[in-house]
């Protein structure tokens, strides 16, 4: 069983509405979690990147957000455009291995 | 900016062929690894590599091998391709160790096998 667990596997919305992806994970010991964006064709390029001590980290539009008591994490676009339609990915980090989850495919409508 | 290039973007080749994939970073990275990624699955370890001439096995080494004979150069080895490693491989690059490095992807190489 994957330990990084994303949802929705994917979902569609509207040219300038916000988003909110989920990343929900078992790894012990924790140490840090990361998001990735992956374009169609491309190899992932990385948003932001949380110690287990951080609450939230902003990249632009995008902001994540984590809460190491629950073990969740969340990816919130705001002002969604064309070029955010991609694959989101959840990565944590613990005994020296990054636990990759499926990814969040999302699509931005005109 | 960190440029990690590989070798083809697009390969088939036939089942039992032995198959070369080749990655180069050009920011003196340490690090090189690479994965495959399959629809549904995350990416998923094959090997990764800490210096020239080293490497350690990822979670999924079977029918693999690589190749670091020099440090900006990281090459996948698949010594008689299976219908199974049809999938898309990834290399990865980054400065040193440390969990909180960035790591920096190549375009990937989606390889058939016929």
């Known amino acids: 069983k994957n330990q990084v667990e994303q949802s929705p596997q994917s979902l569609i919305i509207l040219e300038g509405k916000n988003c909110t992806l989920q990343?929900?994970?078992?790894?012990?010991?924790?140490?840090?979690l990361r998001w990735y964006k992956q374009d169609t064709g491309r190899g992932p390029v990385s948003l932001t990147i949380?110690?287990?001590?951080?609450n939230t980290k902003s990249n632009g539009r995008y902001t994540a957000t984590l809460d190491a008591d629950t073990k969740q994490s969340s990816l919130h676009i705001t002002a969604s455009q064309l070029s955010d339609s991609a694959s989101y990915i959840c990565?944590?980090?613990?005994?020296?291995?990054?636990?990759f989850g499926a990814g969040t495919q999302v699509v931005v409508t005109p | 900016d960190v440029k990690v290039t590989q070798s083809s973007r697009y390969l088939v080749k036939r089942t039992g062929e032995k198959v070369f994939l080749e990655c180069v970073q050009d920011?003196?990275?340490?690090?090189m690894f690479w994965y495959r990624q399959d629809p549904g699955l995350g990416l998923r370890l094959i090997y990764f590599?800490?210096?020239?001439?080293?490497?350690e096995k990822g979670d999924i080494p079977e029918g693999y091998s690589v190749s670091r004979e020099k440090k900006e150069r990281f090459s996948l080895i698949l010594e008689s391709a299976s219908t199974n490693q049809t999938s898309m491989y990834l290399c990865?690059?980054?400065?040193?160790?440390?969990?909180?490095?960035?790591?920096?992807f190549g375009p990937g190489t989606r390889l058939t096998v016929l």
């Open positions: 990343c929900n994970y078992t790894v012990s010991p924790f140490s840090n």
């Open positions: 920011m003196d990275h340490e690090n």
């Open positions: 990865a690059s980054s400065f040193t160790g440390q969990s909180t490095d960035t790591q920096y």
């Open positions: 990565v944590a980090f613990s005994w020296g291995k990054f636990q």
């Open positions: 949380m110690t287990f001590s951080e």
């Open positions: 590599s800490y210096d020239v001439k080293m490497k």
